[in-house]
């Protein structure tokens, strides 16, 4: 029944910004952690950053920190990740994620296996 479905991906250039969305239904998600995650071709999937749905607590993972910022809007649903000062190692499919963590810390957030639901992915593309 929950669905996530991404958006906003694309090519653009070192140094440029993307801002990736997901839309999310189904669910209240008053309990849900949201997720961004990303995997590149021959890499594991890898955490990006977490939100919590209720609390906006968030965690990043130290190769985006300072550069992508997780924000969610509530009343319509949605996830951001604001994608600034990319870079070529950014290059992945990013798959917005939600998980039933209660009351866990956002940290635990950074597992994989931590989420129930996966959306589509969205691809990310930097050039040098």
């Known amino acids: 029944q929950v669905q996530l479905v991404e958006s906003g991906g694309g090519l653009v250039q070192t140094g440029g910004s993307l801002r990736l969305s997901c839309a999310a239904s189904?669910?209240?998600?008053?309990?849900?952690?949201l997720g961004w995650f990303r995997q590149a071709p021959g890499n594991e999937r890898e955490f990006v950053s977490v939100?919590?749905?209720?609390?906006?607590?968030?965690y990043y993972a130290d190769s985006v920190k300072g550069r992508f910022t997780i924000s969610r809007d509530n009343a319509k649903n949605m996830v951001y990740l604001q994608m600034n000062n990319l870079k070529p190692e950014d290059t992945a499919l990013y798959y917005c994620?939600?998980?039933?963590?209660?009351?866990?810390?956002?940290?635990?957030?950074?597992?994989?296996?931590?989420?129930?639901?996966w959306g589509q992915g969205t691809q990310v593309t930097v050039s040098a």
């Open positions: 994620a939600a998980g039933d963590l209660g009351s866990s810390s956002v940290v635990a957030g950074m597992r994989v296996d931590e989420y129930d639901y």
């Open positions: 189904g669910g209240t998600f008053s309990d849900y952690f």
């Open positions: 939100i919590s749905w209720t609390g906006g607590a968030t």
